[in-house]
Structure formats: structure tokens, C-alpha cells
């Protein structure tokens, strides 16, 4: 990790500006072979320094160099960082000269490697940066900085101190049982702290639904025979013409998708064909994919034509979906309706004509209500939503569960100890206390170059 590694971490396009950063022993060295103004090797640490990137006697570019000296950096280490203008050539150019001076083109995701390896930032702390990057919407984005700033780490660190609170109780009525200060663990006080330790971990395992939904957003399958107003559906949500629509049964061969954003929750329609036998060939293959969204879909909404009675379609896609989430629509009614209402399965029905722009309000209620949008939207948005961090919080709850009931069975309290040793470890795993180089592999290497 003593090599100084550099890269660009804009994407470079013609921009304002691009930055070439630098970190390593070396970093202010090499750049200050480079540069034509103040001698870096004297500035003071956090500045920004005017001058020229050099080639022998060619002026590059005109540039602001940042310096910032270690420790208390980005990575740890001496950083520099180049400010270019955004061309192309220049950029390329700039990051050339770096790498023959003695810098080495860094790894996707090194320099915040190096952050984590020299204890800038911590493994939820850093995976809540991919989010940000990631991040679409505000919800996503507020969830983001919620790891980032550390008060998901603290949830986990609050926990692993409890633990650490009663090992090292354990141990001083083990080695010192003289010691009369300190409270004696029984397997009747050790119950109690046990339950608030499984209780909190239930708690951020329950919470964590909310966070996959604030990132995973809410997929929705709209879903129902040909001409029910499917397609008209998908268009009149998206306020554009995305789909097809005619009055020609079968016009949606394919899936048609748009995003909308409800309270700040990404929500990912899909519009299928419509389903029935059918021997084209084309159509078959719609029809498989609109049952396949049926399986994966968090919501469907099922389209029915009410100004028809119901038919041996409609009920075949009841039966389909009668497991599902699901907001049913009777659609068409400008039209005298004749549709049979009580054959719905008792789905959340909404009579509308979305022709008409009627029932589009109700709808976007009927889904708030479900997933609870509006409080999701007023929550303080601490939730954990990285699937490595919620495998390790299950296996931390089963395995809190084992030593509750090891603990019940008034196992020896020093055999307890080692188990809350072991939960202690797990809790660990999460912010990257213990790890393994594989596992820091595969989450770096996510990241872009210059990151
Ligand atoms: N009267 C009336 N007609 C509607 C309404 N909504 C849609 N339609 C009409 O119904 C026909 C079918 O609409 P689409 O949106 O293409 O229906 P679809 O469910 O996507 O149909 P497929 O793609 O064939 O599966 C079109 O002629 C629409 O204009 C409505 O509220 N009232
Ligand atoms: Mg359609």
C-alpha cells in the first residue's frame, strides 16, 4: 500500500473543470516536479495553489492544486489534487505526466480502499458512498448520508459495547470473585440483557424493509387481458405516451417501463401485455413475461374492462394473482358498467376511467396506504439497506436467539460468554472489523475509477 496511486475522478467529458487525484508518500513530490508556482513540498496542508502542469517547458494546463497533508485526509495519506480544465487532452494529458513521474494508475475503488484500510472510514460507512452514487431520488440519497455520517455504524458499535459491557462483567466475577462491586451474572440477569440485545437487533432487521424500499423503490406490474386500458394506464401515470394504445386487442407485445416517484419513493411501473391464449407466436412470449412479472412484482394492479361482464380471461388472472399484492381497477366507467364487482377476490377495487382521467388519485392514495409512503416519507431515514449488512444482522439475531435459549436452559454463564464472543465478532463483520481480503475485493471493485 506504499505505492502513490492517482486517477481521474471526474468522468471526463468536455466539463468546467476535471480532477486528477493523487495519494501516497509521493503524492506532493510528484506533482510538484509537475507544477510551475508555489513549491508544494512547502504549502501548508488543506490549500489550493494556483499555477501551470508543466511538460519540461510546455504549459500543460492551468491549474488549482489542492494539498492535503496526512493523516487527517481522504485516504490517510498525502493527497493532491489536480484541478484542469475539462478537456479531454488536457485532462489525459495531465494524469500521463503523473504516472511517468512515479505514480501508479490507481484500482477501481482504491483510494477509498485505502480510506478503510487506514481507518478513515469504516465498511458501512463506505458502502453507504456507493449508495449516494447510486441515488436517483432524495429518499435514497438521505439514506445515504445517514451511513455515511456513521449513525448507522453507531447503532451496531452501541450494540457491540453492551455485549462488551457484560463479557467483561463476566470475566471479573470469573477472575475476581472477591470483587463485591461488581454484579454478579446470573443466567436470570444475563435474560434480561440477552432480550434487549435480541430486541434491538429485531428491531433495525425490521426496520431494514423500509430501507430496501427506499432503494429498491416499489416494482409494479400492471397486469390484466387485452384492451382492459392498461397501456392507457402506464401513459396517463407517466404524463407521456410511452405505449401504444389502440382499441386493437393485443397491441402491447412487449413490456413497456417508466419510473414516477411517490413521496420520494422510486416507483418502477411496467406495463405487460394482455393476457390470453393465443397461438402468435409474439404475443405467446408477452404473455409469459407479463406471468413472470406477476412472480417478482411488490404490487400488481390488476385492469379489468368494466363496461363488459367478467370472462374466462379475467378469471384465469384472478386465480393467478389472488396471492398477490394487489389494487384491482375497474376501468371504463364512462361506460354503463357491467362488470360483477363481487367476483374481485375482494382486491382494493377503484372504479375509474382513465380515458376520463378519473381514479388516478385514488390509485396513487390506494398505494401510499399500502406501503405506508407518507410516513416512510417524514421517517429520520436510519435504516440499513445493504444485503451483506442484513445477511450478518440475521445471522447476529439467530444466533442471539441460540444463546437465549442456551441461557434459558441455565447453561453455565462462562459458556454463554464465548457465544456473546462470537455475536461480538459478527457485529464486527458488518463495519469491517473483521474481514476478509476477499470480501474487500468484491466491494471495491464496484466502485469507478477514482473513487
Ligand atoms: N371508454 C373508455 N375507453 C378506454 C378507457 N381507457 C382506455 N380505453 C380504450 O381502450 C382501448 C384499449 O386501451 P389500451 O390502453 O391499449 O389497453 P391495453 O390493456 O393496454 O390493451 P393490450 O395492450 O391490447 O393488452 C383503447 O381504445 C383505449 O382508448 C376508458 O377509461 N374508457
Ligand atoms: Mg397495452
Not at 87 to 92: D, E, K, P, Q, R
Not at 301 to 330: R, W
Amino acid at each position: 500500500m506504499n505505492d502513490t496511486i492517482a486517477a481521474i475522478a471526474t468522468s471526463v467529458g468536455v466539463s468546467a473543470i476535471n480532477i486528477i487525484k493523487v495519494s501516497g508518500d509521493k503524492s506532493i513530490e510528484i506533482v510538484n516536479s509537475l507544477f510551475k508556482g508555489k513549491d508544494l513540498n512547502k504549502v501548508e496542508t488543506n490549500t489550493i495553489n494556483y499555477g501551470y502542469i508543466m511538460d519540461k517547458n510546455e504549459k500543460i494546463d492551468e491549474v488549482l492544486v489542492s494539498v492535503f497533508k496526512n493523516p487527517k485526509t481522504y485516504t490517510g495519506e498525502d493527497v493532491v489534487e489536480i484541478n484542469c480544465h475539462g478537456g479531454i487532452a488536457s485532462t489525459n494529458k495531465i494524469l500521463e505526466l503523473v504516472l511517468t513521474s512515479g505514480a501508479r494508475l490507481a484500482e477501481p475503488g482504491e483510494f477509498l480502499k485505502r480510506s478503510f484500510l487506514n481507518g478513515r472510514k469504516n465498511l458501512m460507512e463506505v458502502e453507504s458512498i456507493d449508495d449516494i452514487l447510486h441515488a436517483k431520488n432524495e429518499s435514497v440519497r438521505k439514506m445515504g448520508m445517514k451511513g455515511l455520517t456513521g449513525e448507522l455504524s453507531d447503532m451496531i458499535k452501541e450494540l457491540k459495547s453492551k455485549i462488551t459491557e457484560i463479557i467483561a462483567n463476566i470475566e471479573v466475577n470469573i477472575d475476581y470473585p472477591e470483587y463485591e462491586d461488581a454484579i454478579v451474572y446470573t443466567n436470570e440477569i444475563l435474560s434480561i440483557r440477552i432480550k434487549e440485545i435480541k430486541t434491538s437487533l429485531q428491531n433495525i432487521l425490521e426496520e431494514s424493509a423500509k430501507g430496501k424500499l427506499i432503494k429498491d423503490g416499489i416494482t409494479v406490474g400492471i397486469i390484466g387481458k387485452p384492451n382492459a386500458g392498461k397501456s392507457s394506464l402506464l401513459n396517463k401515470l407517466l404524463q407521456e405516451e410511452k405505449a401504444i394504445v389502440t382499441d386493437i386487442a393485443g397491441t402491447t407485445r412487449d413490456i413497456v417501463e417508466g419510473n414516477i416517484i411517490i413521496n420520494g419513493i422510486t416507483i418502477n411501473l411496467i406495463d405487460t401485455a394482455g393476457i390470453r391464449s393465443t397461438s402468435n407466436i409474439v404475443e405467446k412470449i408477452g404473455v409469459e413475461k407479463s406471468e413472470k412479472i406477476i412472480e417478482t412484482a411488490d404490487l400488481i394492479i390488476a385492469m379489468f374492462d368494466g363496461s363488459n361482464p367478467l370472462t374466462p380471461e379475467d378469471y384465469q388472472i384472478i386465480e393467478k394473482i389472488k396471492n398477490k399484492q394487489v389494487i384491482a381497477i375497474i376501468n371504463k366507467k364512462d361506460l354503463p358498467l357491467l362488470i360483477d364487482e363481487s367476483k374481485l377476490n375482494n382486491f382494493t377495487c377503484i372504479k375509474a376511467s382513465i380515458k376520463n382521467n378519473e381514479g388516478l388519485d385514488e390509485l396513487i392514495k390506494q398505494i401510499q396506504n399500502l406501503f405506508n409512503l407518507q410516513e416512510l416519507e417524514n421517517s429520520d431515514f436510519t435504516y440499513i439497506s445493504n444485503a451483506r449488512q442484513i445477511s450478518l444482522i440475521k445471522k447476529s439475531l439467530d444466533l442471539i436467539k441460540e444463546i437465549e435459549e442456551a441461557n434459558n436452559n441455565k447453561v453455565e454463564v462462562d459458556l454463554i460468554q464465548i457465544d456473546l464472543e462470537r455475536l461480538w465478532n459478527l457485529l464486527g463483520e458488518i463495519i469491517g472489523e473483521t474481514y476478509k481480503e476477499e470480501l474487500l475485493d468484491e466491494i471495491f471493485s464496484k466502485f469507478c475509477l477514482g473513487k
